[in-house]
């Protein structure tokens, strides 16, 4: 509004100042008394503002707080160069100042680290200030800028499984990034932190530096979890706040894991009556946990010595069985009279500290006598005494 | 006969048991347990504890069933407060492990004092044992660390041992590693040499304990010798060659320094002490050891003397407990300075942090 009035009291006046102007010119040639005017215009730092042959630059703001920016002054086909500080309120000559042919610049309000509002008094006859974009305005900021990337080492877990879970804060920008702190999501309730949380790291990072924070957790529940994004905060040189984050990372918690015992029993080769036979045991885990403690015990059902163990035993006890693994064992039992025997195998076991039991069945039969195999009975004693090293094998295995 | 129980805690402790059970296989090859049956002079039962899997994988010559596993989610490194609590989390299964092993004269509780799972659990165990148990003689053997192990392991080493005094085993006895460390080049085979020296004697004492003694004597002997003094001492070995047939030199040569677990001047600090002979009928001059034994108590006080017949050169153990142990007061020196010294460096290390904290004090994060 301001400037229209001027404008128009300006096309008001000139017909009535130009003469006497013309005159006092043709007067004194030297002494020019040029009319001083005022103008407002608000720059943003990069901005530049012509006036006249004069070129004000908005370099930056220095402190919104204190009022102070940079600028710089200069004048074409000239080498008058002035680069200054100036705090707001407070009139500052250039070039010797309005008076003298010069500029006398005021801040009048600061908005923001970015845009200021000044006046500018100077001859008329520089004409209306004028907006530029300055070189520097076009070249890149130098700001910091962080990129944040959260990884876990195994998104497929069950319960009771150790998750780390590494932060990576990388400052891809072109200036240090200070009061730099992240903030991962509050503990999440689906695990237990063992080391390393919260997570920290460094309070500044330069241009390309990248710091991490690596911490584990353990699973305590199931079910799908969600790890909200973990932010960054960081500052720069003008104590701006920016921030950034990871993408938020989906981990399936699967029920925990347990052990399952399956025991398994070659069909008993009928034996004849008198006759011995081997009896082999595997007890295997097709769990996706190890069973520890593992004791395997039989019960046959025959009366006295109508069938019994001879070599070996049928029950036997593993300190841990993993999963996917199996154990076998083997032992010999003696048919004193026909029939068939029930034997009952039973395989109790730990597995996530409660106790579990399994149970299979199956018959050993005891043929009437026959001599047939008779020339089997040489190779008998190098399969005893095989069983009998591999039973000690077993024993002292662990 | 003796019932026996030996329980190997922690890695030393599991691998003297596993010693002892590769001796009682009679040949030191390792195909023994293949062709050999485990004999026994008593009815000894074993058991390997640990929180460590890998540890007790190791072992070679312990059947797997007296392996028991107490399973611990984060192991017990060398932290003793953790380690209780293990024992404490599985106390039951424990000790069902160890009843269901039926009733016991005498217990051996072999464990290193600077460790993790042995110093810790090895007190607690005795405990349970002393509550359990009701004439049962509990005797901690003890294996002291090296003494450049660190201050983690000495603080153990320190406070285990005065854990083990205050649960009232009737006696500890001593093996130094430091001490027995020049006996081999490298650490694997100095533990192995050591742990087989422990073992033989405390198979030894056991089998002379169980034997018809021509003098005799008895599991009540060796308790009163394990509680005299401090309750604690050691164990010496000489077994003569051929050249060296004399008696009085064997019994001698049996408590000198060389021939010990622990470094004692058994003269001086000997404070109870048990003597025992083995050997074949004709090389056992009763009269010849009645008179040097009688000698040693001229100097000692009370020793209780055994003969036991056994065919083989001459063997003498001699079992003793001690009135004073300079080597474990430098010990608990040592523990003590390494002590102040982490404490000192905790608290400069949090002074330093408080300095920095004080830079932001009144300070308000602004955004
Ligand atoms: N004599 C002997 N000392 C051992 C043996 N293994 C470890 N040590 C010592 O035991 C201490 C470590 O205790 P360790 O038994 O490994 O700890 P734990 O398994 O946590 O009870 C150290 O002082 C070692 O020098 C061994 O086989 N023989
Ligand atoms: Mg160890």
Aim: charged share 25%.
């Amino acid at each position: 509004m301001r400037l229209i009035y001027l404008v128009v009291l300006a096309l008001l006046a000139s017909p009535i100042l130009l003469a006497p102007m013309a005159a006092a010119a043709s007067d004194d040639d030297d002494e020019v008394d040029e009319e001083i005017t005022s103008r407002e215009f608000s720059f943003r730092a990069g901005d530049g503002v012509k006036i006249g042959d004069y070129r004000v630059e908005l370099i930056s703001v220095v402190s919104v707080m204190d009022g102070l920016i940079e600028v710089k002054v200069w004048r074409r086909a000239s080498d008058f160069e002035d680069w200054r500080v100036m705090e707001d309120h407070r009139d500052a000559s250039f070039d010797d100042g309005a008076e003298r042919g010069g500029l006398t610049l005021t801040v009048i309000d600061i908005f923001d680290e970015e845009t200021v509002r000044m006046r500018a008094e100077y001859r008329s006859d520089y004409g209306y200030p004028q907006k530029y974009v300055t070189e520097r305005a076009m070249a890149p900021k130098n700001l910091p800028k962080l990129a944040v990337q959260t990884t876990v080492d195994r998104t497929d877990i069950s319960s009771g499984d150790e998750v780390k879970v590494t932060i990576t804060v990388t400052n891809t920008g072109n200036d240090t990034a200070r009061d730099v702190t992240i903030q991962d999501s509050p503990p999440l309730s689906q695990f237990r932190y063992l080391a390393g949380y919260p997570p920290k790291i460094k309070n500044q990072l330069s241009p390309g530096e990248s710091d991490l924070a690596v911490y584990s957790m353990v699973a305590v529940t199931e079910g799908e979890v969600n790890m909200p994004a973990t932010v960054a905060r960081y500052a720069d040189s003008k104590s701006t706040i920016y921030s950034a984050s990871s993408p938020s990372i989906s981990i399936e918690i699967k029920p925990k894991r347990m052990p399952d015992l399956v025991l398994k029993v070659d069909p008993p080769v009928p034996i004849k009556r008198g006759g011995e036979g081997p009896i082999n045991i595997t007890v295997e885990n097709n769990g996706d946990a190890s069973a520890y403690r593992v004791e395997v015990k039989a019960e046959v059902k025959s009366d006295g010595k109508s069938l019994e163990v001879v070599k070996g035993s049928l029950d036997e006890s593993f300190f841990e069985i993993p999963p996917g693994g199996s154990e076998t064992y083997s032992a010999t039992v003696k048919g004193s009279r026909s029939g068939s025997y029930a034997i009952n195998l039973k395989a109790s076991y730990q597995g996530d500290g409660e106790m579990i039991q399994k149970e299979t069945a199956f018959e050993v039969t005891v043929l009437e006598r026959e001599y047939k195999y008779l020339y089997y009975l040489p190779v008998l004693p190098i399969l005893i005494i095989g069983f009998w090293l591999f039973r000690r094998y077993k024993e002292y295995k662990y | 006969m003796l019932n026996v129980l030996m329980l190997g805690i922690g890695q030393c402790g599991n691998r003297i048991l596993d010693a002892v059970n590769r001796e009682s296989f009679g040949g030191s090859s390792k195909l023994s347990k293949y062709y050999s049956r485990q004999k026994f002079p008593s009815r000894v039962e074993t058991l390997a504890i640990n929180t460590a899997v890998n540890d007790l994988k190791e072992l070679k010559f312990t059947a797997a069933k007296d392996r028991l596993h107490v399973p611990n989610l984060h192991g017990v490194g060398a932290n003793r407060s953790i380690g209780k609590q293990g024992f404490w989390d599985n106390r039951e299964m424990i000790m069902e492990e160890i009843e269901k092993r039926g009733d016991f004269d005498i217990a051996f509780v072999m464990t290193s004092a600077s460790g993790g799972t042995g110093s810790s659990f090895t007190p607690l165990i005795i405990h349970e044992l002393r509550e359990r148990y009701k004439n049962i003689t509990v005797v901690a053997v003890m294996v002291l660390p090296f003494r450049e192990e660190g201050s983690i392991y000495l603080q153990n080493a320190a406070f285990s041992m005065r854990d083990i005094m205050e649960v009232e085993s009737d006696g500890i006895i001593l093996v130094d590693n430091q001490y027995l460390k020049r006996l081999s080049g490298d650490i694997k085979t100095a533990y192995d040499k050591i742990n087989d020296m422990v073992a033989e004697r405390i198979l030894f004492l056991i089998e002379s304990l169980d034997s018809e003694m021509l003098s005799v004597t008895d599991l009540g002997d060796f308790k009163t010798v394990m509680r005299g003094g401090l309750g604690m001492g050691t164990l010496g070995f000489y077994e003569s060659d051929k050249k060296t047939t004399s008696l009085t030199s064997a019994i001698e040569g049996s408590i000198k320094p060389g021939g010990l677990l622990y470094p004692a001047n058994v003269y001086e600090d000997a404070a109870r002490a048990m003597i025992i002979i083995q050997g074949s009928r004709e090389s056992l001059d009763v009269d010849e050891i009645t008179k040097s034994v009688e000698k040693l108590s001229s100097k000692i006080g009370q020793v209780f003397k055994g003969i036991v017949i056994k065919k083989g050169r001459p063997k003498v153990l001699s079992v003793f407990t001690l009135g004073q142990v300079p080597d474990l007061e430098m010990l608990y020196a040592q523990a003590a300075q390494a002590i102040q010294d982490e404490k000192g460096r905790k608290t400069r290390a949090k002074k330093q942090l408080d300095d920095a904290f004080a830079y932001i004090e009144d300070l308000e994060e602004i955004y």
